[in-house]
Each structure stands twice: as structure tokens, then as C-alpha cells.
Nanobody, 121 residues
């Protein structure tokens, strides 16, 4: 069974940076795209960024210009570089294998277990 394992979460002050990494047990090229989602307490899970097999990336409006998604096909990893973090970025971040190229929970094939990101002074 497929495993997606996230790492890199933690606590940071506003304006700081974190880099999340997702390691897949199967080839990330076997699906159209990979993505990151997040879920804050009391809120629905939402898409953050997606990167397709051709390298084209899609971002949620609220992270454009601050977050960068990347992939390493040889290592089967997908990273999320998060800069200029804000308190409202506090959430559990999940890696996802997608069955399409739409950044939507409806298009997720499998989830990682999640990693906590806390932005607070």
C-alpha cells in the first residue's frame, strides 16, 4: 500500500520560513500530479499547491509569492518551501497523490499522515 510520509513541520515566528518534505513509497511519476493541502482547527481541508508531472505548478491565492512547490522524481519527494509565514498559515499540512491536475480534495488518491506547522510569536 502506498505511503506518503511528511516531515519538516514545526514552530516558527511570523515572517519565518519552513520547508516541508514528502517522501512517497511509489514513483511520483505514476500519477498526474502531487500536492500539498492543509487543515486548520475548525476549518475544512484546503489545497495549498500542486505540481504536475510536467513541472507546472498551481498555487492557492493565499500562498502565491510566498510558497514554492518542487519535486524530485529520482528521490520520489515533493517539497514545499514556505516563506513569509503568517499566523493564519498555522495548520496540519498534508501531502497528497492526485488522480488529476485540479487542486481539490475531490481529486486526491491518497494522503500522508500530516505534519503540524505553527506560526506564532
Amino acid at each position: 500500500q502506498e505511503r506518503l510520509v511528511e516531515s519538516g513541520g514545526g514552530s516558527v515566528q511570523p515572517g519565518g520560513s519552513l520547508r516541508l518534505s514528502c517522501k512517497a513509497s511509489e514513483s511520483i511519476n505514476s500519477s498526474p500530479s502531487m500536492a500539498w493541502f492543509r487543515q486548520a482547527p475548525g476549518k475544512e481541508r484546503e489545497g495549498v499547491a500542486l505540481i504536475a508531472n510536467d513541472g507546472i505548478s498551481t498555487y492557492a491565492t493565499f500562498v502565491k509569492g510566498r510558497f514554492i512547490i518542487s519535486r524530485d522524481n529520482n528521490k520520489n519527494t515533493v517539497d514545499l518551501q514556505m516563506n513569509s509565514l503568517k499566523p493564519e498559515d498555522t495548520a496540519i499540512y498534508y501531502c497528497a497523490r492526485m488522480r488529476g491536475r485540479q487542486l481539490s480534495v475531490s481529486w486526491v488518491n491518497s494522503w500522508g499522515q500530516g505534519t503540524q506547522v505553527t506560526v506564532s510569536s
